[in-house]
């Protein structure tokens, strides 16, 4: 095997799960997915199409309806976008490896700003390239910042790539225009491409005037070297799915679909027909998502706030806390022994990168909030039993 | 974007079917899929699991079910392959991108057997190595046949991997024992992967013992540097599905689930209940689909042979006819006047590398016959017009 390959970190996350199987009793916090199903009526498009015998190759871009009504919604959300340059993928994962497999030889220097989820690093680096990574900063009160100068600083000429997502997964960072702008700009004078991982953009609880995180696609025009990538998996509760998409450069666009053949072929076409409905019905799912999203988040931080020790800022973004412990350094540890001895189950925050260190991640897409307080209750028995012993 | 990207060739089947495109009366057989919609309880099980609210994500190896029951059909096929060796992935494709991307550096040789479903070439070009194809000829009767010589001589301690497709997509050759032994003894000493694309082995028309053209795995051990790559979608007519397997070296499978977590971190559960009922029920498809396929195969086959100028051997494995006309040397060419003048619709055979020039492939997977003989009806009133105006 490829050393490349072999030096590929192992999921943290898993390392922590691993850590737990055949425990019945471990509350569960640790992936990055709602515990809410799919509702009844994406299913049963999924169904219909079964049914009615969809079971063929579809294109390799995706059914032509499903494109329409994603560029639709993009156009909706971010101003016009031409179904052209929408492909379909299966999940945000496949878009962010057809792009990196479009923009990146072997050798190339690839910008990436961490800690993030350890997907986006590690292509690139299947790929052959250089992966430099600029860190966010938490700053005093648990909120995690970034360093604008020093990543415009990073990306130079020889810069391929800068891949950015925001609102960050785990940090729940999230761009500001101004940020955007100035990267756009400084990009356009290096000549790097942009990949934007935005599958967290409705997820964001500030206030907004589409609802929306601040968008690279509010600001690019078609022909800039910007790639977006979007996910059903979040907003529209589809994680098991598997399906996502990109939005691409108008010169870019024809040349994708040779990718995604290479990659996947395609989508299944039931799974096309589900999300496809998903999306032209987000009103019945997204808002009311969000909007319990963000009872979640302050539920689960104003309880974390309470704990001895505990820094931990609300996400204006995204689906998690990322929190640190006074007294707990080294995260793997904690997140195993928490496992163990706790049933709790949460993400080491190193698993997202070596900023991450002494943090936890917990995700909290929880269809009932007393989930989330028994959550609390028994890191809350276990660090006074910590206080005792210690 | 990448020239290595760009340089990847379009299909030249999408340029075929393109020059279709709108028109109704088009009888397809260019693409490889059988027109037969996926069998009733294949379906119901997806439908079953998508009720129940399977929505989530699953394992990056699959779920343990079906990896158990892909494990017990590939030992009852070719002796014990523990279920741990065995990788789930979101169709063949996906498999052999994983498998490549584990096994192939920047700049390294690759050896590939062509003609070939051309993926299975431009994956090694995406990770930035070198591939040399080294050809397949046909015979004077139109099968075609390995020089198993020429390809040992290719394959040298500087070759990282060797690509093999048998039953091969588009000719039909099927790799013998006494060459697949060969290959594996010269790969053995040279240092040299296997990448085996066995997706066809049970359409298979030859007498053998388990009903299988030959296979690696029936001669490789679990410590040899041989991967076999196996998809739903021919055997089982689950095309759209997207599933398929990876059969792994011991030493291997356990880093594989990272690349799948970096590609498409998994496959849809539904999906997998699906494939698990179709594998397991395997006596209640494959071999009447296998049967039918020789039906279609023959009757196709002996209506080409009776055509002025058609050279066509029946393939002993796959589900194409790949033959060629006295007379029309340029298939692209050929093909696209059958889509425009005839209303037929067939692969031109360069789109599988340049030996295939003056080739044409025909899918027979089809569910009727009587449209195979329409299609024959078709190129026969086309030809006889051809002479007329000659």
Redesign the interface.
Known sequence: ??S???N?E??KIREVANAGLGRRDVLAFW?G?S?E??PDFI?EA??AS??E??????HNYGEPGLRAAIAAYTSRLHGPVDAARIAVT??G??AL?VAV???????DEVVAVTPVWP?LT??PA???AKVRCVPLAPREDGAWALDLQALLDAITPATRLLVINAPNNPTGWSASRAEQQALLDHCRATGTWILADEVYERLYYEPSPNGCAPSFLDIATAEDRVVVVHSFSKSF??????MGWLVLPTA?AP?VG??I???????????QRAAQVAIERTDEVTPRVVRHLKACRDTLVGRLRQLPGVTVAPSPGGMYAFFRIQGFPDSLDLAKRLVAEAGLGLAPGNAFGPEGQGWLRWCFASREISRLEDGITRLKRWLLAQRHQG
Request: hydrophobic content about 45%; aromatic content about 10%.
């Open positions: 095997m490829r490349a390959i072999l590929l192992d999921s992936f997915e515990d199903v799919t299913r999924a169904i079964i049914r015998g969809e079971t063929f190759y579809s299966s999940g994962v496949s490896m497999q479009a923009l990146v030889d072997p050798g997907n590690a292509q299947i790929l052959g509760l589809m994680t098991g799915w598997r870019v040349h040779k990718l053949e290479f990659n996947t072929s395609c989508a299944s076409v039931f799974t």
